[in-house]
């Protein structure tokens, strides 16, 4: 006990003296949450728009300063020609256009349908489909609201309700994710490095030499890592509440066992690592390469994994990250228990113990 | 007693032999000396006796206990100190000594007595980081934490390496003291100067072990009558030397050339007027007894 006492705190000093190490530990999970709640947002916000009126009747005119009114839409100018127009998608200055044709007040009234032209960069496609799903539904309101009046037959309105998270707001979507990339890169990283330290600095020698047994070499050497990982859990959870207003809505405890858990996967890893590579540099690129790469593409966090090719979608399952995403997901925006994320638990702790055996058994208690 | 005994110990790294067949034993409170260039096996054959490496074949025990079978007790009696500096740069000299104590199932305080001495030089720094210290002082703490658990077998792989000669020379004084405190020493070394600071030393060379004895015997045991010469123009001397077919074997050993002859009786004025019709001048000629490099050189060649 003693021996591991002593251990643990050497490797606290290790972190503690080491400002790159100190400032990656702590200063990577608040930078990150930080930039994917502020700057990264699939919200569109300020889209640079044209219009292009040839009507310019009733009809229009409200459709338009409706438009210009959004948050989402910058109106930039109206142009009056079609020429104007292509030279203002070809500069790049803009990303959407409505056009009214002429008559358009006069074809909704007398017609009882009218037409106007929206024309999107599509460049990048899901800009393009948010913005003219905007206007679409703009132009929607606007027809409900004229038709109060008149009875129409036959009608079906969607009632449409956003569960769990009613504004669509980015942040509860990557809070999970963050959490999951934060706790990879920090766990997996950091115990392989400084394994990884004590062979190439020479220190593994002595400490094979000594009484410690390997498993007490691993657990100690582990340990710190573990308590660091549940700081940086509950800094990233203070931010999410306070700055970015996604608090936990679920059982705070039950999140906190669940990370535990998927902290000591993240361990079990680093330790594999460390024990196949020799050199710092190589553990990290495998690190980073390896954890961090899955992490984003696979967990479900910025690419949803239904829309994959069915390969990717089985290679997805061996990814932990997915399975606790999932589990943050559920506790933290549903608020749901454990009977909610018992599968996936399941799936997590086979995976830690198969990991955890794996680098025990691979441990060498001699050199080479 | 033996302290530890080494039988027909091989050792291959990816099909190149590092240690071939080697076989000594040490006797207890002995300093035991592996004298040999770099790349000769005595980190491989110190890693085997630490229990680091299985020998691909033969067998060795320390304290009596096998190195492959019982390396867990082996680990609890041993001290080590390897080649390169292996301390945790960024802990100071104290948290150092303290960490390794108590890995080791000690206090310092238990066991000052044997690194007292040593501890001393470098206590008026122990706030200091190992990372910043001389390579002397380095040196001193990883002998200070090797032994701070009364290790009943001390390992030291090359540790005067990159030390200065002030240094090398305190070094193999607390060494010394060591023996006093009957702690049986291995000591691996590349400076042949150091071998006769050793009570027994194996000369070794690619793996295998060319002698195995006191420095006195191995000295002693000088075929020839050697004879140290220096001349004014020393790179004509040498030149003229490896030539003359009266000379057995000649090499440069600092500033005087180590010569045996054919005939064993040579008359030492022969010699002079015979470097003296060559040229060379200021000749200075006279017999000498053999050291550990002489009969290195001379084990090598046969």
């Keep these: ?368 | 007693m033996e302290a530890l005994q080494i039988q027909h110990i091989s050792k291959h790294y990816n099909g190149k032999t590092a240690v071939n067949d080697v076989s000594f034993s040490v006797s207890k409170g002995e300093i035991f000396g592996l004298i040999g260039p770099d790349g000769a096996g005595k980190t491989t054959i110190l890693r085997v006796l630490t229990t680091l490496l299985l020998p691909d074949r033969g067998s060795a025990t320390v304290d009596g206990l096998d190195v492959v079978n019982d390396y867990k007790q082996i680990r609890n009696r041993i001290g080590y100190m390897p080649g390169r500096f292996s301390l945790y740069p960024d802990l100071s000299i104290e948290e150092n000594l303290n960490f390794f104590a108590t890995v080791f199932n000690t206090t310092v305080e238990e066991n000052y007595h044997l690194i007292k001495d040593i501890y001393v030089q470098i206590e008026p720094f122990k706030k200091r980081r190992a990372g910043k210290l001389s390579g002397g002082m380095k040196q001193k703490l990883a002998l200070c934490c090797a032994l701070i658990h009364k290790p009943v077998v001390l390992f030291l792989d090359e540790p005067t390496t990159g030390v200065d000669p002030v240094s090398r020379k305190e070094f193999w004084e607390m060494l010394k003291q060591l023996k006093q405190q009957q702690i049986t020493i291995v000591v691996s070394t590349p400076y042949m100067d150091e071998a006769n600071l050793c009570d027994r030393i194996a000369l070794i060379q690619n793996g295998k072990l060319l002698s195995v004895d006191t420095p006195e015997n191995i000295t002693g045991s000088y075929p020839d009558t050697l004879y140290a010469i220096k001349a004014g123009n020393m790179h004509h001397l040498l030149k003229l030397l490896s030539t003359w077919d009266a000379v057995l074997s000649s090499h440069a050993f600092g500033e005087f050339a180590h010569v045996s002859f054919t005939n064993s009786n040579i008359n030492e004025a022969e010699v002079i007027s015979h470097l003296q019709q060559q040229g060379l001048e200021n000749i200075d000629l006279k017999k000498i007894t053999a050291t550990i490099e002489d009969s290195f050189i001379n084990l090598l060649n046969n």
């Design chain 1, 1 to 368: 006990m003693k021996q591991f006492l002593i251990f643990v705190k050497k490797e606290f000093a290790h972190v503690l003296r080491d400002r790159k190490t100190l400032l990656i530990l702590f200063g990577m999970p608040i930078a990150q949450i930080l930039i994917f709640g502020f700057a990264l947002s699939n919200e569109v916000k300020n889209a640079r728009i044209v219009v292009m009126d040839q009507a310019k009747d009733d009809a229009s005119r409200n459709i338009i300063a409706r438009i210009a009114s959004s948050h989402n839409f910058e109106l930039v100018h109206t142009v009056n020609n079609r020429r104007q127009l292509q030279a203002a998608f070809k500069s790049g200055t803009i990303k959407l256009a409505v056009i009214f044709p002429a008559n358009f007040n006069a074809d909704l009234l007398h017609q009882n349908k009218a037409q106007l032209q929206v024309i999107a960069d599509a460049s990048d496609p899901n800009y393009a489909t948010t913005v003219t799903n905007y206007v679409s539904s703009i132009v929607q309101d606007y027809s409900a609201e004229i038709n109060e009046q008149t009875v129409i037959p036959y009608r079906i309105i969607p009632q449409i309700r956003m569960l769990y998270n009613p504004q669509l707001k980015g942040a509860p979507s990557f809070v999970p994710g963050v959490m999951a990339l934060v706790l990879m890169l920090v766990c997996v990283m950091m115990t392989a490095i400084s394994i990884v330290k004590e062979k190439e600095t020479g220190t593994m020698e002595i400490l094979l030499v000594s009484p410690m047994s390997p498993l007490m070499i691993i657990i100690s050497k582990a340990a710190p890592y573990l308590l660091l990982s549940l700081i940086n859990l509950t800094s990233i959870l203070l931010l999410s509440t306070f700055v970015l207003d996604v608090p936990v809505k679920g059982s705070l405890l039950l999140l906190f066992a669940e990370s535990t858990l998927f902290i000591i996967t993240c361990l079990s890893l680093g330790i594999f690592i460390s024990i196949k590579t020799s050199s710092q540099q190589v553990a990290m690129l495998i690190s980073l390469m390896g954890m961090m790469l899955p992490t984003i593409l696979f967990s479900g966090f910025m690419f949803p994994i239904e829309n994959m090719p069915l390969p990717l979608q089985l290679i997805s399952n061996i990814v932990p990250s997915k399975w606790y995403y999932i589990i943050v997901k559920t506790i933290m925006i549903k608020g749901l228990g454990f009977t909610a994320i018992w599968k996936e638990t399941l799936i997590l702790t086979g995976t830690t113990l198969a990991l955890l055996a794996i680098s025990l058994k691979s441990f060498k208690i001699r050199l080479s």
